[in-house]
Nanobody
């Protein structure tokens, strides 16, 4: 019924920029809060940024001032603009969305497939 599709990962040099996008598709749903997580090999998955349905944002301290999360509700899409990238930003980035299933009348959490971001020095 609902699927999250991510794009935008890749290989960049230190100081470069990338923009990740994640779109929800399907029917009979409404997107609530959305966010981005990342995971490096051998490390725990960590929260990067979140954005609520009314546009309120929150960032991990390590990315604040460099990353910007935004959403385009008409397209059911969340973005992550990443600037001044550092080697420690390397990892697999996952989109997350809290979605109301109108047909079920319940909220469920969905995840994207993940996209690799590699920052080389």
């Amino acid at each position: 019924q609902v699927q999250l599709v991510e794009s935008g990962g890749g290989l960049v040099q230190v100081g470069g920029s990338l923009r990740l996008s994640c779109s929800a598709s399907g029917s009979m749903f409404r997107v609530n809060d959305m966010g981005w997580y990342r995971q490096a090999p051998g490390k725990q998955r960590e929260l990067v940024a979140t954005i609520t349905s009314d546009g309120s944002t929150n960032y991990a301290g390590s990315v604040k001032g460099r990353f910007t999360i935004s959403r385009e509700d008409a397209k059911n899409t969340v973005y992550l603009q990443m600037n001044n990238l550092k080697p420690e930003d390397t990892g697999v980035y996952y989109c997350n969305a809290d979605i109301l299933r109108i047909d079920w009348g319940r909220r469920n959490v969905y995840w994207g497939q993940g996209t690799q971001v590699t920052v080389s020095s």
